[in-house]
């Protein structure tokens, strides 16, 4: 079973140390995620419908709301993986021209070849994970350095610059705002379903939400997204669950309730499908970072 053997948690996103041996489903993120690998055995993720290399010299590179699964071989031995969730407000309050990591095609390439002075900085990253119980702003500013190194080598961000202005995101599409809003609604309010596994993801009540046919919904998703709604929901109740699992004033079952689970078992199902690990190993091992200055040496911080 993959175990959780490190977890920061902040404004910046989450950065974890994953202990993985088993596979996860397809899921997406609302972050500009990185995955490097630790220690341990050569792996895969899968990505745009192809398997990409996790070795010592290697990346996964994911852009926001890029679904992706993790391919663990059956009877493999374990990975350790460098996982980076980084908020794309974060990356823009300290380089503005980053907010191009919300947006497809930040990262064109799927996979890429580490460079030394990212293998050096990741390594760092993790030994901080590992040893380095105080955390904060000498956290935050290392995966800054991290971040700058993997967006240089990897992304093209500067040709996105260009376009971002004139460029109509998704989210302006009021028909996609609606159909979010009710999503977010709904979170907490428990289904009538027979099996009683909770809310239930209901395509044709969010199609009406938005004025749309259940085709027309699934096409406005996936062209502006490139997910389907059902996809984004799990996004939804994941993201609110690490939330709710950084505060400690919460129970398991308080969560569970909270997003529409009819029993803690079927949150606990959902969450290690999509995390690896269970709520209760999350919220043993992450360390919530407070929110601090600006980052030393970025451009914002002389303002």
């Not at 991290?146 to 040709?159: D, G, K, N, Q, T």
């Not at 009819?262 to 919220?283: D, M």
């Amino acid at each position: 079973m993959s175990k959780a053997l490190r977890i920061f948690q902040g404004k910046f996103g989450r950065v974890a140390l994953l202990d993985m041996d088993a596979v996860l489903i397809n899921h997406a993120h609302p972050h500009c995620h990185v995955l490097i690998k630790a220690s341990g055995a050569d792996t895969f993720f899968a990505v745009r419908d192809q398997l990409c290399p996790l070795r010592d010299d290697t990346a996964v590179l994911i852009n926001a709301w890029e679904p992706h699964s993790y391919a663990h071989q059956p009877g493999a031995p374990p990975s350790i993986i460098l996982a980076l969730y980084i908020e794309p407000r974060w990356l823009a309050d300290m380089q503005k021209e980053f907010t191009a990591s919300a947006r497809p095609g930040f990262f064109p390439h799927s996979s890429g070849e580490l460079s030394p002075p990212i293998r050096r900085l990741a390594d760092r990253m993790a030994d901080e994970l590992l040893f380095n119980d105080d955390a904060g702003p000498s956290h935050e500013e290392l995966l800054f350095n991290l971040m700058i190194a993997v967006i240089e080598r990897f992304s093209e961000w500067r040709s996105l610059i260009a376009t971002q202005r004139t460029a109509r995101l998704p989210a302006s599409d009021y028909r996609i705002r609606k159909a979010v809003a009710h999503m977010r609604g709904s979170l907490g309010r428990e289904s009538l379903d027979p099996e009683g596994s909770g809310r239930e993801f209901n395509v044709d009540e969010v199609a009406r939400s938005a004025g749309l046919s259940r085709a027309h919904l699934f096409r406005l998703f996936q062209s502006t997204l490139g997910i389907t709604p059902a996809l984004y929901f799990n996004v939804l109740r994941m993201e609110a669950a690490f939330g709710d699992l950084a505060d400690a004033e919460h129970s398991i079952a308080d969560i569970s309730g909270r997003l529409g689970f009819a029993a803690p078992s079927h949150f606990t199902r959902f969450f290690r499908h999509n995390q690896g690990v269970t709520p209760t190993e999350y919220r043993r091992v992450v360390n919530l970072i407070a929110e601090a200055g600006p980052v030393p040496g970025t451009r914002n911080d002389a303002k």
